[in-house]
């Protein structure tokens, strides 16, 4: 992964007046996919996808730093993370100043309760879809805990901490378990790069919420994909068992000897599943 500067980027301002920086690639009256990026990470997470060039020809790609991430703004309460409507108003600015039309929106992590604040709040009737990627979509009940591994559990405290130290060894810890293989060192430090700029407001008051998805997850009708590794040891397959449960009409993909960032281990898999799938719901 490189960086890459010739993306058309600008900033929207979201809920409360944050300001949220986006870009996008593309053609922007094919279909668009609309990738949101998980826990302490950063658009910068789907540069395979951004830079994949059977992607960019065929579909309009949207992608944003969440509010506290990236060049975002980054709030110093950590009140600012923990309402849903929130995120659901960062996302529907994003899509109301972009006049997106339909677009598929992508969660990958906790990217899974911000799809799910969202649709709570305004619906899914102008959406194409939904991809869910090793996604999360409830907290701080037992059900939900018993589906995240328990070296994310024991890191937790670790994201919390305002001593330096502390929380850089807690998101260098995270990255570590992010994968089945050892990332080559050029990526592996990109990815740490982007979850040092986190601060610890955005990691707690992100963590700090209760969340019970089910009833919206259960009415979801849009066309819907699912896709897991299989040796994801943050967000476990247990949560994409819940998730298909709760969505039976969901497709589903698994992969072998892939972590949480399928994304990053299996790009070319990855990004033919999505192509074919927004190719076959037509939006």
């Given at each position: ?49 951004f ?42 600015a ?75 060894a ?9 994968t ?89 898999q990855?990004?033919r ?11």
């Amino acid at each position: 992964m490189k960086f890459n500067s010739q993306y058309h980027g600008r900033y929207v301002e979201g809920a409360g007046g944050v300001r949220l920086f986006v870009e996008e690639n593309g053609d922007p009256t094919n279909s668009t996919i609309f990738w949101i990026h998980g826990y302490c990470q950063s658009r910068l997470s789907w540069d395979n996808q951004f830079e994949n060039e059977e992607l960019v020809s065929k579909f309009h790609v949207v992608r944003l730093d969440l509010r506290g991430h990236g060049l975002s703004d980054k709030p110093t309460d950590p009140a600012a993370f923990q309402d849903g409507r929130i995120w659901a108003e960062d996302i529907r600015a994003v899509i109301s100043a972009l006049g997106l039309n339909k677009p598929v929106l992508v969660g990958w992590s906790y990217g899974g309760n911000i799809i799910c604040d969202y649709i709570r709040h305004y619906g899914q009737e102008n959406l194409g879809g939904l991809i869910f990627v090793a996604a999360a979509t409830e907290m701080g009940r037992d059900e939900s805990r018993a589906m995240i591994g328990p070296e994310f559990l024991e890191l937790a405290p670790g994201f919390f901490s305002k001593d330096y130290a502390t929380g850089s060894a807690a998101l260098l810890q995270l990255t570590q378990i992010g994968t089945y293989e050892e990332l080559d060192a050029h990526t592996f430090y990109y990815l740490v790069g982007f979850n040092f700029v986190t601060q610890p407001a955005a990691r707690e008051g992100m963590l700090k919420r209760t969340l019970d998805n089910r009833a919206v997850l259960g009415a979801i009708k849009v066309p819907s994909l699912i896709i897991q590794g299989k040796n994801d040891r943050i967000v476990l397959p247990a949560y994409s068992d819940f998730i298909a449960r709760h969505i039976p009409h969901a497709s589903r993909v698994d992969y072998d000897h892939c972590g949480h960032m399928s994304f990053i281990e299996a790009a070319e898999q990855f990004n033919r599943d999505v192509a074919a799938f927004v190719q076959r719901i037509h939006v």
